[in-house]
């Protein structure tokens, strides 16, 4: 029996106080059917904004934004006045749908009420914004705000990032650690994974130590890519090895840190060891390191590994890395059986593209002509797959046929 059902019903109807307490309560738990009803039975929830709140954020909390948003509009329509707390809860749902329109919508309306100057609106606007991708708008209220909080300033930093805008991220992370916040470790995973040069990541992983979160897990995970991208495979061992605690991603971003080096196979080996189960990335790393280490028997046992231990499901890249594999060891009627007989949806780009690199590496114009027009109706203005074409009839002397496919890229407009 839920609480309510110990409380008189006349008494929880009546007293709003009590009854907004219990919905409260019920919301923070998830308990939204007995949220709800509590909710439904109150007498004068249409003189105060809280009951709906408490109501509202619970929705919000759970990632119900729909649910949300629809108590929102039903609080209009019941002629309740929201307040400054309500605010917040609609524009999170707002950026939970990442519908820009409703946002703007429900900013003109905190405006009529005369919150467009509260900071703690304000720092919502900012979040919301941010998460719908209007990212300039976001910035617009973002220096409106006075007293900006932690949430506003992570929404700037992780938005920059999310649009690509890497100067303007890097300003603010300046900035918001100048004024005294500290980025949340999903800020400070995102910003360390930008492709900064290696300078500038090594001033940020100095900046991480000085702070001692340097083995929180995901920023850990992230300073071992940003190592490993830039072809320092010792510094990013180094961390690995040091970590107290990993994770598949860990485990996942040495494995591709070691993807042309045999070392990738012993530490899938302490990864199983470890009991921690490898994922579908796992797996596109391992294979990939099988392609360039020419371990064809390797590979393929992976391949059985990964199905029927792991139950994982080949997507295109499994295939691609499996293409790859049998086309540089030149077994190229095997790498097109894959393409034609053991995949269970269309062929991509990736496929495609390792089978014609395959046919250029080994001189088979027939499998190479049908790689590439595939690839020449799949990505029609890529420059690359018209030149493999042309290394496959070059090193065929057929030199009519390169001057053929050079005529087509002058067509479309491509390279020469």
Known sequence: MRIHGLIPTNLLRKNVALSSRLLRLYSSFGLMDDA???F?????????????NALMSGYAELGLYEDAMALYFQMEEEGVEPDRFTFPRVLKACGGIGSVQLGLAV???LVRLGFGKDGFVLNALVDMYAK???IVQARRVFDKVDCKDLVSWNSMLTG???HGLLNEALEIFHAMIKQGFEPDSVAI???LACGWSLKIGIQIHGWVVRQGIEWDLSIANSLIVLYASHGNVEQARWLFDQMPDRD?????????????DPRVLQYFEDMENAGVLPDAITFVSLLSACAHLGLVKFGERLFLLMTEKYGITPIMEHYACMVNLYGRAGRLDEAYAIVVKRMEFGAGPTVWGALLYACYLHGNVDMGEIAAQNLFELEPD???NFELLMKVYSNAGRLEDVERVRKMMEDRGLGW
Not at 254 to 260: E, G, L, N, Q, R
């Open 36 to 38: 709800h009803q509590v």
């Open 40 to 52: 439904d039975e109150m007498d004068r929830r249409d003189m105060y904004a809280f009951p709906w």
């Open 107 to 109: 900013h003109r309306h």
């Open 132 to 134: 719908c991708g209007d």
């Open 160 to 162: 920059y990032i999310r």
């Open 189 to 191: 995973s995102s910003i």
């Open 248 to 260: 598949t991603i860990s485990w996942n971003s040495i494995v591709s840190a070691h993807s042309k």
């Open 382 to 384: 890529n420059e690359h």
